[in-house]
């Protein structure tokens, strides 16, 4: 096991209106601009219903990199687990991985929705989603099931 | 649009007998085996099914990023395609991504399987697979569907 440092180049940005809070939503719709050497790297996406959005999450401090344990989205009645265990952006390499629609290709350009990354933030790789991203059953710990409970009765009051 | 270099360090590394043919079937079954600095951060991971390998593809040489073209498994019947549309690892940045099934954690090592990753291959992050990774319904070119009804025909031959 020798550490090794790995170069990472974006290979486009993101551009978005919506603010830090909004793209939470996963409904917000968003711009992937592609650096234009890339474009033809793009050719036959338009055929993929979704696709993986891997970008830097880049405002992401050192000290913030180090931390090794968090409660899930800071709420002290969650249990304190491994940032591993979840999905926070405070990880010792802070990559986002993020499922979203393509709704549009044009060029260099990609429309998407739902992907939570905010104005400028830089793309390191697309891929497109495919059946061995599928899993007919999982099973998540019962913190989870907890907040997905809480959404979704949330989205009920809002309908 | 400024081009930003991203300093990533490898969190752990793969660790399997399998070859570099067998890693692919997505059956075997291999260890990460985490820097033991990060243990802690694992702590409640047992708790999911599934998670995502993020790894570095750490053989693809510097010509082959430059690729911008292929065709899916080197297939000279299938489609010339943007490496964005495919899982090709001929890509920008060589970051693999792969859902695999969470058999055991014991400290800094976890079991797992379907990583079709081979020995010595730096992990860059591990995501516990969530509710917002599924997608109920998802199109993909006619290539793609060709080539998943070609292994379920090869299965069925060797089952």
Same mark, same amino acid.
């Given at each position: 096991m020798?550490?090794?440092?790995?170069?990472i180049?974006?290979?486009? +940005?993101? =551009?978005? /209106?919506a603010?830090?809070?909004?793209?939470?939503?996963?409904?917000?719709?968003?711009?992937?601009?592609?650096?234009?050497k890339?474009?033809?790297?793009?050719?036959?996406?338009? /055929?993929?219903?979704?696709? +993986?959005?891997i970008f830097?999450l880049?405002?992401?401090?050192? $000290?913030? =990199?180090?931390?090794?344990k968090?409660h !899930?989205?800071? &709420?002290?009645d969650? !249990?304190?687990?491994?940032? +591993?265990?979840?999905r926070t952006? +405070? &990880?010792?390499?802070?990559i986002?991985?993020t499922?979203?629609?393509?709704?549009k &290709?044009k060029g260099n350009v990609l429309?998407? =929705?739902?992907l /939570?990354?905010i104005?400028?933030?830089?793309?390191? $790789?697309?891929?497109?989603f495919?059946?061995? /991203?599928?899993v =007919?059953?999982?099973?998540?710990?019962?913190w989870?099931?907890k907040?997905?409970?809480?959404?979704? &009765?949330?989205?009920?009051?809002?309908?």
């Open positions: 020798k550490p090794v440092k790995i170069k180049k974006p290979i486009g +940005f993101v =551009k978005t /209106d603010s830090e809070e909004q793209v939470k939503s996963r409904k917000t719709i968003s711009e992937i601009i592609l650096n234009k890339l474009s033809k790297a793009l050719d036959g996406i338009e /055929d993929f219903s979704h696709l +993986f959005v830097s880049h405002k992401i401090s050192e $000290d913030e =990199k180090r931390t090794l968090v !899930p989205r800071g &709420r002290l969650m !249990p304190l687990l491994g940032i +591993f265990a979840t952006p +405070f &990880r010792p390499n802070p986002g991985l499922l979203v629609k393509l709704l &290709r429309k998407v =929705k739902g /939570d990354a104005n400028g933030t830089p793309v390191l $790789d697309i891929k497109p495919d059946y061995w /991203d599928t =007919k059953k999982i099973r998540v710990p019962e989870r099931k907040l997905e409970e809480e959404r979704k &009765r949330e989205n009920r009051k809002l309908s």
